[in-house]
């Protein structure tokens, strides 16, 4: 809606580019309304010829005067779209090393990959007390306005820390975590402000992974209460998970890690206390060496292992429970390794030998009869209306219950460790993702940087516009991406999950099948479905961010997230005191809490 007299010559633009996104270029010939070209220049001299859209008639966007550029808040700009906030960010973090821009409300962060020398106490210091406009945009004056909101409305506040995978989310999170144990004042416990930032370092090791876009990649989402007095005192902290990525446990995609506590495990194993583990090398377990990665340049993974053992014991794990962790972790190595299960043909039936040197040491570190685990590794129940038999299973169904059971151990056991923590909300989820493959994981996280888009639409944009016009502000609506009919296709009736479940239901639902109804179904339905040309067994999904293309095999296995009861029933008979609690319930607790951001399931 600009108005053509703004294309006047030696009017700046901006044109799109297939290698740099956006060049600058100026108009050096009068535009004319119904013009089917702009002659425009370059910045190197270069002259060309600008086509207009005579469908849309769609100017290029215009450039912001160059002493606006630099302002560290995106909306004093006078034209702000793609080109002006990428130039923005890029100016300031380019020219001047800053990371942090201020966009309104929202404080917009780019990873340096680098350590800056911006987080240290009296740069918190100085952010206390302060107007959040007052000092140059900062994790910590966002932190310091949620603090001071809740001491002076005595209201409850949050903070969403959202981006893609690589972002930096957990690092701003623990950022903001260091910012309220720093500038809380001091309670009768003097050491609690260390107790809640100590949670760090474990939910790391137990969470976190090298993937092929991050060497310490958050694999789960985490939302932090942080409780205060009347005083203002931290009074302790509450940490709830979900969406852990169970699959890591068992695969690793190539230039990929499991999770980092294993290999700070196995780079330990020579110390006495983790003897009786009989670990070694992460490459000679089948579930730390699929990724052919085990080295993260500069980490020193026995190094790591003493920070995580040293933030344990700051929360007052005790040692002997501390061991009991570590030997949950080497006893899910070994179940991998359990008669080389993986090696074998792929439609024969096992049989699993009780003396199995891995399975003996797994059993021995999980203190279960080793004759019924061998059994049922390789056995199942089945039960019909009249009666119940034992099956033998084939070979890809024992590799499978394997593998299920090893992930609802690591999963049990990661509920477990996140409960050990001993308010203010601070969310941190995994960032959008796409990769070369993208599977059922890929689309849970995507759908729910789906909500956290809704959300943060429905406070920066429905809602204050609202306000503006109620209170008779003059105010240009923003025309803004309403991701809604994205998550109408996710979770409607008979949209993808509705199907994946109907499908999950079905005695002989499969993969396939459930492709073909998501094609029947939604094909032509919806505008943010897409089948690939050269494929039926996946589906492309237009989200806000970008389009992801998902492979529908695996879908129904990870939906349905089955383990075989009769597994389960041998670790409840556990004779090591400290896992049987752990491994007493059988209840699946990794979901996403929407309640958390006040939406509807």
């Known amino acids: 809606g600009r108005?053509?007299?703004?294309?006047?010559?030696?009017?700046?633009?901006?044109?799109?580019?297939?290698?740099?996104?956006?060049?600058?270029?100026?108009?050096?010939?009068?535009?004319?309304?119904?013009?089917?070209?702009?002659?425009l220049q370059l910045e190197d001299g270069t002259e060309v010829e600008h086509k207009i859209d005579p469908k849309t008639n769609s100017l290029p966007p215009l450039r912001n005067p160059n002493i606006l550029v630099g302002e560290n808040d995106l909306t004093a700009l006078s034209y702000l779209h793609e080109p002006a906030v990428l130039h923005n960010l890029k100016v300031r973090f380019i020219d001047s090393k800053l990371i942090y821009t201020y966009c309104g409300i929202v404080l917009v962060a780019i990873n340096p990959y680098e350590s800056l020398q911006i987080y240290e106490a009296d740069i918190i210091n100085a952010y206390s007390g302060q107007n959040m406009g007052d000092m140059d945009p900062h994790i910590f004056a966002v932190a310091e306005e949620a603090y001071k909101q809740m001491a002076r409305d005595e209201r409850n506040q949050s903070i969403i820390v959202s981006g893609e995978s690589g972002a930096g989310k957990t690092v701003s999170a623990k950022y903001a975590m260091r910012y309220f144990a720093t500038v809380s004042f001091s309670s009768g416990e003097a050491n609690i402000e260390d107790r809640v930032l100590a949670s760090s370092p474990i939910m790391e090791a137990l969470g976190n992974a090298k993937t092929t876009r991050n060497d310490n990649s958050s694999r789960f989402g985490k939302y932090i209460e942080i409780g205060f007095d009347k005083k203002l005192s931290i009074t302790g902290a509450n940490m709830r998970t979900y969406l852990l990525e169970k699959s890591?446990?068992?695969?690793?995609?190539?230039?990929?890690?499991?999770?980092?506590?294993?290999?700070?495990?196995?780079?330990?194993?020579?110390?006495?206390?983790f003897k009786a583990f009989k670990l070694g090398c992460t490459e000679d377990f089948h579930y730390t060496n699929q990724g052919q990665?085990?080295?993260?340049?500069?980490?020193?993974?026995?190094?790591?292992?003493?920070?995580?053992?040293?933030?344990?014991?700051?929360?007052?794990?005790?040692?002997?429970?501390?061991?009991?962790?570590?030997?949950?972790?080497?006893?899910?190595?070994?179940?991998?390794?359990?008669?080389?299960?993986?090696?074998?043909?792929?439609?024969?039936?096992?049989?699993l030998q009780p003396d199995d040197a891995h399975l003996k040491v797994f059993c021995e570190l999980m203190g279960v009869p080793c004759e019924e685990m061998a059994h049922w590794l390789c056995h199942r129940t089945l039960k019909t209306t009249t009666e119940t038999f034992v099956k033998t299973v084939s070979k890809m169904s024992a590799v499978n219950g394997r593998d299920a059971l090893a992930k609802h151990i690591y999963a049990t056991l990661f509920k477990s460790a996140a409960k050990q923590r001993s308010f203010i909300g601070v969310l941190d989820i995994y960032g959008f993702e796409t990769f070369d493959i993208n599977s059922f994981e890929q689309f849970c996280i995507n759908y729910a940087n789906e909500k956290l888009q809704q959300q943060f639409n429905l406070h920066v944009f429905k809602l204050e516009q609202e306000e503006y016009m109620k209170e008779g502000i003059p105010w240009t609506l923003i025309d803004?991406?309403?991701?809604?009919?994205?998550?109408?296709?996710?979770?409607?009736?008979?949209?993808?999950?509705?199907?994946?479940?109907?499908?999950?239901?079905?005695?002989?639902?499969?993969?396939?099948?459930?492709?073909?109804?998501?094609?029947?179904?939604?094909?032509?339905?919806?505008?943010?479905?897409?089948?690939?040309?050269?494929?039926?067994?996946?589906?492309?999904?237009?989200?806000?961010?970008?389009?992801?293309?998902?492979?529908?095999?695996?879908?129904?296995?990870?939906?349905?997230?089955?383990?075989?009861?009769?597994?389960?029933?041998?670790?409840?008979?556990?004779?090591?005191?400290?896992?049987?609690?752990?491994?007493?319930?059988?209840?699946?607790?990794?979901?996403?809490?929407?309640?958390?951001?006040?939406?509807?399931?």
């Open 3 to 39: 108005n053509s007299l703004d294309m006047s010559w030696h009017a700046r633009v901006w044109l799109p580019d297939a290698a740099e996104v956006w060049k600058s270029a100026e108009l050096i010939k009068d535009y004319t309304p119904g013009d089917l070209t702009l002659t």
């Open 293 to 351: 990665s085990p080295v993260i340049d500069g980490v020193d993974d026995a190094k790591e292992m003493c920070n995580t053992r040293k933030a344990f014991s700051l929360l007052g794990v005790s040692e002997a429970d501390q061991m009991s962790i570590y030997q949950i972790l080497a006893a899910i190595l070994h179940l991998a390794m359990c008669g080389s299960l993986h090696m074998l043909d792929h439609d024969c039936s096992y049989f």
């Open 248 to 273: 890591r446990v068992v695969f690793q995609a190539h230039g990929e890690r499991n999770y980092h506590v294993f290999y700070q495990l196995c780079a330990s194993s020579h110390l006495p206390e």
């Open 480 to 601: 803004f991406f309403d991701n809604q009919p994205c998550i109408n296709l996710i979770e409607a009736k008979l949209g993808v999950l509705d199907l994946l479940d109907e499908e999950c239901r079905m005695p002989k639902g499969s993969d396939d099948t459930w492709a073909q109804k998501l094609y029947n179904t939604l094909q032509k339905k919806n505008v943010h479905f897409e089948k690939p040309r050269l494929s039926n067994r996946a589906f492309i999904i237009h989200h806000f961010a970008d389009k992801v293309e998902y492979q529908c095999e695996g879908f129904l296995e990870k939906n349905k997230d089955t383990v075989n009861q009769d597994q389960i029933n041998v670790l409840k008979k556990s004779k090591v005191k400290d896992l049987i609690h752990c491994f007493s319930l059988c209840t699946d607790f990794l979901f996403f809490p929407l309640s958390l951001l006040g939406l509807q399931a």
